[in-house]
Every structure is written in structure tokens, then in C-alpha cells.
């Protein structure tokens, strides 16, 4: 069984910055392209980030606009996101998840963690 915890997450003052982490058990970690999602309030989950299985290769949505980062450490099975120059609206729950090879900016898993709360005040 998959379970993915995530970390990390506070309040911070905008501009602020913050690292998220996310530690998955119940699969082999290594082959599995990781991504981070997150839902505001009110709105429906939407895509972050995501990681090849090679920690190489980062693709972000375009609002991250170079502030958000990803990595990986897969001897310890986390995937991270260094979040710089946070601003309100980045305030929401986030949360990892394996990525659809297919289409690796949707979620492999129907199951989510808890998530992290992220609130940045202005």
C-alpha cells in the first residue's frame, strides 16, 4: 500500500520561503517520476511540480515563474520542494504524488496523503 507523508509547511510572510517534503513507502521509489500538487480553498488540486525518476529533468507550472524547486533523494525515497519568494496566493494544501507516465503532470494515485498547509500572509 502506498502512503505518501508530507511535510514541512507553515506560515511565513511573503517573500518568505519554505522546503516541503514528501517521504513515500509501498513502492519503488526509483521508478516512479514524483510530483507536487496543491489545492487553494475553495479550488479544485492543480499541478506544481514534477521530477523524472532520474532527478534530472523538472518541469513546473507556469506560475511557479523559477521560484518553486525540485529534487529528489531516492536512497531516502523524498521527493522535496524548495518554495523562495512565496507570495498569498501560493497559500493552499500541498501534496505529493507519483506522476501518469503518460501524462506527468496528473497524479498516478487516486490515494493522497495528508498534505502540508502552506499560508503565506501579505
Known amino acids: 500500500q502506498v502512503q505518501l507523508v508530507e511535510s514541512g509547511g507553515g506560515l511565513v510572510q511573503a517573500g518568505g520561503s519554505l522546503r516541503l517534503s514528501c517521504a513515500a513507502s509501498?513502492?519503488?521509489?526509483?521508478?516512479?517520476?514524483m510530483g507536487w500538487f496543491r489545492q487553494a480553498p475553495g479550488k479544485e488540486r492543480e499541478f506544481v511540480a514534477v521530477?523524472?525518476?532520474?532527478?534530472?529533468?523538472?518541469y513546473s507550472a507556469d506560475f511557479v515563474k523559477g521560484r518553486f524547486t525540485i529534487s529528489r533523494d531516492n536512497a531516502k525515497n523524498t521527493v522535496y520542494l524548495q518554495m523562495n519568494s512565496l507570495e498569498p496566493e501560493d497559500t493552499a494544501v500541498y501534496y505529493c504524488?507519483?506522476?501518469?507516465?503518460?501524462?506527468?503532470?496528473?497524479?498516478?494515485?487516486?490515494?493522497w496523503g495528508q498534505g502540508t498547509q502552506v499560508t503565506v500572509s501579505s
Open positions: 509501498g513502492l519503488i521509489f526509483s521508478l516512479y517520476g
Open positions: 521530477i523524472r525518476q532520474n532527478g534530472r529533468d523538472t
Open positions: 504524488n507519483a506522476v501518469d507516465p503518460l501524462q506527468t503532470t496528473s497524479p498516478l494515485f487516486g490515494s
